[in-house]
């Protein structure tokens, strides 16, 4: 007889063969229990369970890009299903998410949640397997702002450059600095898109209460400037093989837009960022832990071996980074400073395809593949009347 937790896996996971369910059966249980003690899924006689329900918040302007590719790559190999919005890329935002943002989940299962959205922890709790893994990624708070600043244009915004900007920072309202772009984007931004309310910002009390529960909600939190361990962490957290985690850094800033902050300017800019500064610290802290307990010259060992990959990858695959061209008709914020990857003319492993391919075409290719599976996965159809909404086959059950 098959335990309960094990049955439900199984039923969970019908993409996979048998053997793989049968195979760590005696481990299980320890994997089972490691679930919620964050990264250490291999077990002793080192055999793990690959997981494949996986949440991924991904915060703005910290190299979230790099870890969606990878969710979306192993998705996409898999054929896993994802959480999806009918077009586009965002899951509401800043609305925060709703089960209502896509199907109700009866006779599919949704297995990974890879694109923007703000954070509610129930409502994605909804939708998603029980036995999710919760994982996102944090970065210093200077360099998101900054970063924020040229590539959302927040000189339009603030109607200044970010270092007059910086200048008047105690002139400024409140409610002026609260100012988002798009409604959008703004200060503490990670904080935002955690689900962090702005009237939050500012009481501390109620900041650490909120940091809380996001440390009780997420199995791991990346950070930005140590991708290399980030990646190994997530590897290992995730049970899956070294090629699966080898990322190009996508969306990367392109250098000649790097700006130059003093000393000064970078701790007016904390100031303004406080609630992100918190979050930053605590997770960060956090990680240090989490790198501590896997052991630090297993680390080093793992991020090298790692490295190697890449570049391999790195050399057989691409041949060039260019700014990314604007795709006409695109409703997606776009930003000629991101720079993509081309690849050979000649390298035809598809594997290279799918680690240069930018999220909006490979977001629509696996939209298109699990439309024609599961079309229920999406929001269904709503008749727009010039009156009232009608919200067709949500009522049922
Ligand atoms: C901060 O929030 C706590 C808890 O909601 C509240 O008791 C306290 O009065 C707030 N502090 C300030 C300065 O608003
Ligand atoms: C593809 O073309 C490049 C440059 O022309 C060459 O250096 C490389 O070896 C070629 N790769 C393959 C697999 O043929
Ligand atoms: C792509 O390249 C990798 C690494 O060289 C190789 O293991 C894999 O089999 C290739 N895939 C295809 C479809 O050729
Ligand atoms: C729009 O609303 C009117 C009045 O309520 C109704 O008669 C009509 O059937 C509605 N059309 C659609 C497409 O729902
Ligand atoms: C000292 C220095 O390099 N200053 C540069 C900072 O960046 C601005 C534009 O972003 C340049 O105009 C300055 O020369």
């Not at 949704?110 to 996102?136: D, W």
């Not at 360099?143 to 603030?158: A, H, V």
């Not at 002139?171 to 984007?185: A, E, P, Q, T």
């Not at 057989?316 to 980074?321: A, G, K, L, Q, W």
Request: charged share 25%; net charge positive.
């Amino acid at each position: 007889m098959l335990p309960n937790f094990l049955k439900s896996v199984s039923h969970l996971r019908p993409q996979y063969s048998r053997k793989l369910i049968i195979l760590p059966l005696a481990t299980l249980g320890i994997v089972g229990f490691l679930i919620n003690t964050h990264v250490s899924f291999i077990s002793s006689n080192g055999i793990c369970y690959p997981q494949t329900n996986i949440v991924f918040l991904k915060t703005h302007k910290c190299a979230g890009s790099s870890i969606q590719n990878i969710l979306l790559r192993y998705g996409d190999k898999h054929k896993l299903n994802f959480v999806l919005p009918r077009s586009g890329n965002y899951l509401g935002h800043p609305s925060v998410f709703s089960r209502f943002m896509v199907g109700p989940p009866r006779s599919f299962t949704f297995n990974v949640l890879a694109h923007h959205t703000r954070l509610n922890y129930n409502e994605i709790k909804a939708v998603m397997p029980s036995n999710s893994v919760y994982i996102t990624i944090v970065r210093d708070p200077i360099q998101i702002f900054e970063s924020s600043y040229s590539y959302y244009s927040f000189d339009k915004l603030f109607k200044c450059d970010i270092h007059k900007f910086i200048r008047n920072l105690p002139k400024f309202s409140d409610r002026f600095l609260s100012r988002r772009f798009r409604g959008k984007f703004g200060a503490n931004q990670m904080f935002f898109d955690l689900g962090g309310d702005p009237s939050m910002f500012k009481n501390n009390t109620q900041i650490l209460h909120y940091l809380n529960k996001l440390e009780s909600w997420f199995h791991l939190v990346l950070v930005a400037e140590r991708m290399d361990e980030s990646l190994v962490l997530l590897r290992h957290l995730l049970c899956w093989d070294i090629d699966d985690v080898v990322t190009f850094k996508l969306n990367a800033r392109n250098p000649i837009y790097k700006s130059n902050l003093t000393e000064t300017e970078k701790q007016n800019l904390l100031r303004l960022n406080h609630a992100d500064a918190l979050l930053y610290d605590r997770f960060v802290k956090k990680f240090d832990k989490e790198v501590e307990a896997f052991g630090r010259e297993r680390m080093a060992a793992e991020t090298a071996e790692l490295n190697k990959r890449t570049l391999e990858w790195y050399e057989m695959c691409v041949s060039d980074e260019k700014p990314s061209n604007k795709r006409k008709k695109s409703k997606h914020y776009f930003n000629p400073r991101v720079m993509t990857f081309q690849t050979w003319m000649n390298v035809t492993n598809e594997t290279c395809g799918s680690m240069t391919a930018e999220e909006l075409p490979f977001t629509e290719q696996i939209r298109q593949r699990q439309m024609a599976i599961y079309p229920q996965s999406f929001k269904p159809v709503i008749l727009r009347n010039k009156t009232k909404t009608t919200k067709l086959s949500l009522k049922k059950n």
